[in-house]
C-alpha cells in the first residue's frame, strides 16, 4: 500500500526514526549523502513512473492524439524521452527504478548495482552529469554486516514522492528532502549536515526582496533551499519562472550535487559552481538582481592572509582574520547590479562589533547601502543557537520604482514575533512573517499595503544622520524604543516615586545582608 503525505509532519518524522534506526555506526556526513542520493532516486523513479502510466493511459484514449491500437508504436510513445523530458521528468533505465532496487534489495552487490544505476541516469540525461552521488559500493552502508541500504530501499518502497504532486501546499518529496536535510543538521551539527537556514526565515526574505525576474545570486548556495523558495514565490505569485537566472557557489562537493538535485527535480536550471566563494570567486563579473543567503556566522581562519591588498571587493577595509562577517558582506555588494538588492542572514555581532569591523560598517552606512536590520527571534536556528539579524542592502534606494529612499535606514526589531514549537525551538509563523513584511514594503512605499508609519517598538526610519549618533552601531532596539505595555497608564512621575523606594528598600536590606556576612566572617576568625 502507498504511503502518502501530509502536511502535519508526521510523516516526515517517521521517515526519520526508521532512517536513523538503520544509520548503526554509519557516520551522519558520510549517511546524510547516501539517504539523500536515495531520496533523489526514488523521486525521480516515482515522477518517471507516473509519466508512463499517463503516457499509457493516453494511448488507449480514442480522443488522445497518443491513441494507439499497435502495441509497438506504444511501446515506442512509452519509451520516447522527449516525452519525459517536455514534462521535466527524467528518462530512467529500467535497471535504475525503484521496483528494480526492490527486487534486488538483499544482493550482496546492491551497492554496485545503486551506483550502476546512477551512471546510466547520467548517460540518459547528459544534464546530470556528475552531479548524481555515487560511491554506495565503497561505503559502510553496504557492508555485510550492515543492513541499512536494503533497510532505506524498503522504507521509501512504500512512499509516493512524485516531485511537484504534493498536498497543496508544497510537494512530499519536497518535504521529506526539508526534513531531512533539518535533522541531519541537528543531528551531526556542521559535521552531520549543512547549516541549516530555517524555512520560515527563508521565506521572509524572499518576500522582502521579491525576486519576479533577473539574476538571483547566492554565494554560500548550500542545498538549493534559497532558490526553491524564489520559485515558489514567483509561482505564488502568478509569475514566470523563465524570468530568473539562478547563479550560486558551494564549497562542498556533495552538497552541490544535492542542490543540482534538487533545483532539476523542481525543473530550475542553475549555474552552481563549486569553490570557496572568498578566495575563489567562480563568478567574477556577475552583477545580481538579487542576492539570497546565509553565511557561516562568524567564521574565523577565512583566508585573510591570501586576500590581495588590490582586491576590489574590498574597497572598505579587509575583515579581520577572526571573523568573516564583513569579507562576506563586502563580496556581496561587490556582485550587485547598478540597481541590485541583498538578504543575508547575519551573527547579532555584526550589527553593534567595533575595530575594524566597526569602521567597514560604518563606510557602508556612510555609502547609503543599509536599506533595512532587522533582528530576529532567539532560538530560531537548528545549527546555532547564535541570535541572528537580516541585513537588507540596497544599491539603488534613491532610484527605486516606488520613492526615493535615500538616506534611510528602516530598523526592525522583530524578535517578539514569534511562535514556540517546543522548549528550545521557535518559528516565524505566516502572520509574523506578513506582518514584517508588510512594514518593508510601505517603507518602499509599495501599494496594496497602509501607508508607513513608525511603531514605538517594533519599527523605525532612521537617517545617516542618526546612525552616525549611534557611533553606526545598528542594533535595532536604538531606534525604534520600547513598546508600553497595554494597561500601563501610570502616570511617569508616579511609576519613578515607585520604583526608587522599592530600589532603596533592596539597596537597604542588600546593605543589611552584607554587615551580617561581616559579622559572620569575624566569629570565624577571617
Known amino acids: 500500500m502507498a504511503i502518502t503525505g501530509n502536511s502535519n509532519g508526521e510523516l516526515e518524522k517517521k521517515l526519520w526514526e526508521t532512517a536513523e534506526k538503520l544509520r548503526g555506526p554509519v557516520d551522519p556526513s558520510e549517511y546524510k549523502d547516501f539517504a539523500l542520493g536515495l531520496l533523489f532516486l526514488k523521486s525521480m523513479s516515482d515522477s518517471f513512473e507516473a509519466r508512463r502510466e499517463e503516457l499509457e493511459k493516453k494511448t488507449r484514449d480514442q480522443d488522445s492524439r497518443y491513441y494507439t491500437e499497435d502495441e509497438k508504436e506504444r511501446e515506442y510513445i512509452l519509451t520516447d524521452k522527449d516525452e519525459y523530458k517536455r514534462e521535466n521528468v527524467f528518462y530512467l533505465p529500467e535497471e535504475a527504478r525503484w521496483q528494480y532496487f526492490v527486487d534486488n534489495a538483499t544482493d550482496p552487490q546492491i551497492g554496485k548495482k545503486i551506483d550502476d544505476a546512477m551512471r546510466a541516469i547520467e548517460d540518459e540525461n547528459p544534464r546530470l552529469k ?9 561505503s559502510s552502508l553496504s557492508d555485510n554486516s550492515s543492513d541499512a541500504l536494503e533497510g532505506l530501499i524498503n522504507l521509501f518502497a512504500d512512499l509516493e514522492m512524485e516531485a511537484g504532486n504534493g498536498d497543496g501546499d508544497e510537494d512530499v518529496f519536497g518535504r521529506i528532502y526539508e526534513y531531512f536535510i533539518k535533522q541531519f543538521a541537528m543531528e551531526g551539527g556542521q559535521k552531520g ?54 547563479y550560486g ?128 527571534p532567539k532560538e530560531l536556528f537548528f545549527t546555532t543557537s547564535i541570535p541572528a539579524c537580516i541585513f537588507i542592502l540596497s544599491k539603488g534606494k534613491d532610484s527605486d520604482e516606488y520613492r526615493d529612499r535615500g538616506g534611510e535606514t528602516l530598523f526592525v526589531d522583530a524578535r517578539e514575533e514569534y511562535e514556540s514549537i517546543n522548549r528550545t525551538q521557535n518559528t516565524l509563523t ?97
Open 130 to 138: 556528475g552531479i548524481l552521488p555515487k560511491g554506495y559500493s565503497r
Open 193 to 246: 549536515g549543512e547549516f541549516y537556514t530555517p524555512k520560515s526565515v527563508v521565506e521572509l526574505m524572499v518576500e522582502i526582496l521579491e525576486p519576479y525576474e533577473g539574476r538571483i545570486f547566492d554565494p554560500f548556495s548550500g542545498s538549493g533551499g534559497m532558490f526553491v523558495q524564489s520559485q515558489k514565490f514567483i509561482e505564488s505569485h502568478g509569475g514566470d519562472t523563465d524570468k530568473i537566472s539562478i
Open 249 to 376: 557557489q558551494e564549497i562542498k562537493e556533495s552538497t552541490l550535487q544535492i542542490s543540482k538535485m534538487n533545483l532539476y527535480l523542481r525543473g530550475l536550471d542553475g549555474n552552481i559552481k563549486q569553490g570557496d566563494s572568498i578566495l575563489n570567486d567562480q563568478h567574477k563579473g556577475l552583477e545580481a538582481d538579487f542576492i539570497i543567503t546565509n553565511p557561516p556566522f562568524n567564521m574565523s581562519e577565512w583566508g585573510k592572509d591570501s586576500i590581495a591588498d588590490d582586491d576590489p571587493r574590498f574597497k572598505y577595509g579587509v575583515a579581520p582574520s577572526n571573523n568573516a562577517n564583513y569579507a562576506f558582506i563586502q563580496h556581496m555588494i561587490s556582485h550587485l547590479g547598478d540597481n541590485g538588492m541583498a538578504a543575508t542572514v547575519m551573527a547579532n555581532g555584526a550589527m553593534s562589533v567595533q575595530g575594524k569591523e566597526g569602521e567597514i560598517r560604518q563606510s557602508i552606512v556612510e555609502d547609503d547601502l543599509l536599506d533595512a536590520v532587522i533582528a530576529l
Open 430 to 526: 505566516e502572520e509574523n512573517i506578513n506582518r514584517i513584511v508588510e512594514k518593508v514594503r510601505a517603507y518602499r512605499g509599495e501599494g496594496g499595503v497602509d501607508e508607513y508609519e513608525d511603531e514605538t517598538g517594533f519599527c523605525k526610519v532612521a537617517e545617516i544622520e542618526d546612525i552616525a549618533d549611534n557611533r553606526h552601531i545598528i542594533t535595532p532596539g536604538r531606534y525604534v524604543g520600547i513598546k508600553e505595555k497595554e494597561g500601563d497608564d501610570e502616570p511617569f512621575e508616579v511609576k519613578m516615586e515607585r520604583l526608587s523606594a522599592d530600589l532603596r528598600e533592596k539597596f537597604q536590606k542588600s546593605n543589611e545582608l552584607q554587615d551580617q556576612i561581616e559579622k559572620n566572617l569575624e566569629v570565624l576568625g577571617f
